[in-house]
């Protein structure tokens, strides 16, 4: 029986690898995920302001505050309420988080990872990294 070589056991050998680290839940960051698509008070026009703001320069939007609805039950044209709206604004500071990465695909040619699955543990590793940066900022702001 002739021994086996390095690249014969590479080809037996499981490809597939697991991602060790551990995510953990990131509370704030899913707490305002949630409550997010429930701002109605934010015009669409605003919202794409937001979306393509830098983190060089202070953002404000307009707003319609919440106002004290008065509600009456005497008829007639002389008892109608005014309930006048009152507009404001709000300050946004825009913050840029970034990272990135380099992926190599001849370091996977003769290798037991699967380069595919090692290109998505990373993004998976960063994107969960960069959220960990963003809760740590909401946590700073709160």
Known sequence: MANLDASQWNDIQESGSENEKRFAELGLVDSFKASTPFIDYVSASAREALRTT????????????????TVVQTPGFEFIPSNV?????????????????????????????????????????IAYQSAITIESLL????
């Open 139 to 142: 946590s700073a702001t709160l």
């Open 54 to 69: 830098s983190s060089l320069r202070a953002t404000e939007i307009p707003i319609i505050k919440d106002q004290q609805v």
């Open 85 to 125: 709206e009152e507009s404001d604004v709000y300050s946004f500071n825009a913050v840029d988080v970034f990272s990135g990465f380099r992926h190599f695909p001849a370091t996977y040619a003769n290798n037991m990872i699967d380069e595919q699955g090692a290109l998505e543990a990373k993004m998976k590793n």
